[in-house]
């Protein structure tokens, strides 16, 4: 375990090496089924919801049409998700022409300009969890679908921390990530 100011965290996501490799994941972590997609905080509802018109020039007409009947998001407050297709994808996947990863549509929109909020929280840290317990508690959260993750991270020598850098920062600022990758090197010569 570590703390740094009030975020405990576990050691795994700087001693575990991942590094997302799409080509053999195919997206999955927008498609892992179980019913309930990416958690959303209260405050980013309102941002979810303000990017489905930027988003649907993106998405399948079936997620449009599941989007206008059910919304986006699903769930009450402190335990908001997007909503899923069939128990399996995140109304924001889509796929570009001739590909089979799962891609979000969202952050589709936020790299082409037309969107501020670049997706929930959630989905960028991933596959960091936030838990709660008294303040923010961070964790890995393994799945078996994110194995080629695992053998890129160690390949390239990259550990969870380092590869969702930029949320880490988003979610905490660059001088918390420069303290746990600094308590990183220390407990990971």
Same mark, same amino acid.
């Given at each position: 375990?570590?703390?740094?100011?009030?975020?405990?965290?576990?050691?795994? $996501?700087?001693?575990?090496?991942?590094?997302?490799?799409?080509?053999? %994941?195919?997206?999955?972590?927008?498609?892992?089924?179980?019913?309930?997609?990416?958690?959303?905080?209260?405050?980013?509802?309102?941002?979810?919801?303000?990017? $489905?018109?930027?988003?649907?020039?993106?998405?399948?007409?079936?997620?449009?049409?599941?989007?206008?009947?059910?919304?986006?998001?699903?769930?009450?407050?402190?335990?908001?998700?997007?909503?899923?297709?069939?128990?399996?994808?995140?109304?924001?996947?889509?796929?570009?022409?001739?590909?089979?990863?799962?891609? %979000?549509?969202?952050?589709?929109?936020?790299?082409?300009?037309?969107?501020?909020?670049?997706?929930?929280?959630?989905?960028?840290?991933?596959?960091?969890?936030?838990?709660?317990?008294?303040?923010?508690?961070?964790?890995?959260?393994?799945?078996?679908?994110?194995?080629?993750?695992?053998?890129?991270?160690?390949?390239?020598?990259?550990? $969870?921390?380092?590869?969702?850098?930029?949320?880490?920062?988003?979610?905490?600022?660059? *001088?918390?990530? *420069?303290?746990?990758?600094?308590?990183?090197?220390?407990?990971?010569?």
């Amino acid at each position: 375990m570590f703390i740094i100011d009030n975020i405990l965290g576990d050691e795994s $996501i700087t001693s575990t090496h991942f590094l997302c490799d799409l080509n053999k %994941c195919k997206g999955a972590c927008c498609t892992v089924k179980g019913g309930q997609g990416a958690p959303v905080l209260d405050s980013e509802v309102d941002e979810v919801n303000n990017s $489905i018109k930027a988003a649907s020039v993106y998405l399948s007409d079936r997620s449009k049409a599941i989007i206008h009947e059910h919304g986006a998001v699903e769930g009450t407050e402190g335990d908001f998700t997007t909503r899923c297709i069939d128990d399996h994808d995140c109304v924001f996947v889509y796929y570009e022409k001739g590909s089979d990863i799962a891609k %979000c549509a969202i952050e589709k929109a936020y790299f082409e300009g037309a969107l501020s909020f670049r997706k929930p929280i959630s989905c960028h840290l991933f596959p960091v969890r936030v838990a709660d317990f008294n303040g923010p508690y961070l964790y890995y959260d393994e799945f078996p679908e994110c194995k080629p993750a695992l053998d890129n991270g160690k390949k390239q020598n990259v550990k $969870i921390h380092q590869s969702v850098k930029e949320a880490l920062i988003r979610a905490y600022s660059e *001088e918390w990530y *420069e303290r746990l990758d600094k308590f990183s090197t220390l407990e990971n010569p």
